[in-house]
């Protein structure tokens, strides 16, 4: 079965700081991986995906993440935060299913920003 | 640009009562979801659908789940008869390929 860690559930940054979440997976197929953000009352949008092809994926909005198989890992990152980036990210690995995907979802990670 | 909409908002319902939360999907995707988010936890996978059947469903869809696209445009999902625990925030999502998904903005399910 597939699985996903996020490690904390709180991150808290200064405008203009380093954006880090981590994100680590178990899988026992070679995985898809998606990032997600959640903004207030609002769906989950879709920030990057990785699909096996390059390992460092570029995203919206200035985000990026890096797929590393040896540390079973996809930790998203941000050069410099903006207070439009507050909100609740989550991490996901997928399986295939009869050509249908299913999503196993972090606990997520919950970004705050400070002026 | 497209997007998947979702129909009520915010649902209040008795324990016992059937629901029916509706879904308008991205009109040339072929795969259908549903997903669910209670308070506090984790998005937790409940069925897709492709090719108007079930392809995979979770532990949690039991017998009192059901999914429908009645005319080719609409998504539903019906629970038969509602628990208290099945409050939660239910989201649909669809997708023209099998590894992307597009979310609507959920509806907000609230069992008394």
């Known amino acids: 079965a597939q699985s996903v860690t996020q490690l904390g559930s709180h991150v808290s940054v200064s405008e203009g700081a380093l954006v880090l979440l981590r994100c680590n997976y178990s899988s026992s197929v070679p995985p898809y991986l998606f990032w997600y953000v959640q903004y207030p009352n609002q769906g989950l949008q879709l920030l990057l995906k990785?699909?096996?092809?390059?390992?460092l994926v570029k995203g919206i909005n200035g985000f990026e993440a890096e797929f590393k198989k040896s540390e079973t890992s996809f930790h998203l990152t941000k050069p410099s935060a903006h207070m439009s980036d507050a909100a609740e990210y989550f991490c996901?690995?997928?399986?295939?299913?009869?050509?249908?995907?299913?999503?196993?979802f972090g606990q997520g990670t919950r970004l705050t920003i400070n002026p | 640009e497209p997007e998947v909409t979702q129909t009520p908002s915010h649902q209040v319902t008795q324990m016992g009562q059937e629901v029916i939360l509706r879904c308008v999907p991205i009109?040339?995707?072929?795969?259908f979801y549903w997903y669910r988010q209670i308070l506090g936890q984790k998005v937790e996978f409940l069925v897709s659908?492709?090719?108007?059947?079930?392809?995979?469903k979770s532990e949690i869809f039991d017998d009192q789940f059901s999914v429908e696209r009645p005319d080719g445009s609409n998504f539903t999902l019906k629970i038969r008869s509602t628990k208290l625990e099945d409050s939660a925030m239910y989201f649909c999502?669809?997708?023209?390929?099998?590894?992307?998904?597009?979310f609507g903005p959920g509806t907000r399910l609230t069992v008394l």
């Open positions: 999502a669809s997708g023209s390929a099998y590894n992307e998904q597009f």
């Open positions: 659908f492709y090719n108007n059947e079930i392809s995979e």
């Open positions: 990785y699909t096996s092809a390059a390992t």
């Open positions: 009109s040339n995707h072929l795969y």
């Open positions: 996901a690995v997928s399986t295939i299913i009869q050509g249908a995907q299913k999503l196993v």
